[in-house]
């Protein structure tokens, strides 16, 4: 069993940046895609950003251009470098890892944007 844990989000203003990891207690290189998701509230999760072991990324159509997502598979840790950040952007933040039959899930971190 791997363990996702999630840091750096809080409280930012409107056009403002935040980094945020997430740290594996495993390899994310044997899981495989790992991926950012958020929730807001009274909404469902929905996907931000997935890279896979080759690098390949996809986002969606809300964040592409202004959030960066990447992975150090030495560290086994993964971010979510998001700048321009607007105040629909405010949510819970889950990172996840899936593949191979595995599918693993951070608690979240709350990123509000805010003035």
């Known amino acids: 069993q791997v363990q996702l844990v999630e840091s750096g989000g809080g409280l930012v203003q409107p056009g403002g940046s935040l980094r945020l990891s997430c740290a594996a207690s495993g390899s994310i290189f044997s899981i495989g895609i790992m991926g950012w998701y958020r929730q807001a509230p009274g909404k469902q999760r929905e996907l931000v950003a997935v890279?896979?072991?080759?690098?390949?990324?996809d986002y969606a159509d809300s964040v592409k251009g202004r959030f960066t997502i990447s992975r150090d598979n030495a560290k086994n840790t993964v971010y979510l470098q998001m700048n321009i950040l607007k105040p629909e952007d405010t949510a819970v933040y889950y990172c996840?890892?899936?593949?191979?039959?595995?599918?693993?899930w951070g608690q979240g971190t709350q990123v509000t944007v805010s003035s």
């Open positions: 890279i896979n072991n080759g690098g390949s990324t």
């Open positions: 996840r890892g899936y593949g191979s039959g595995n599918d693993y």
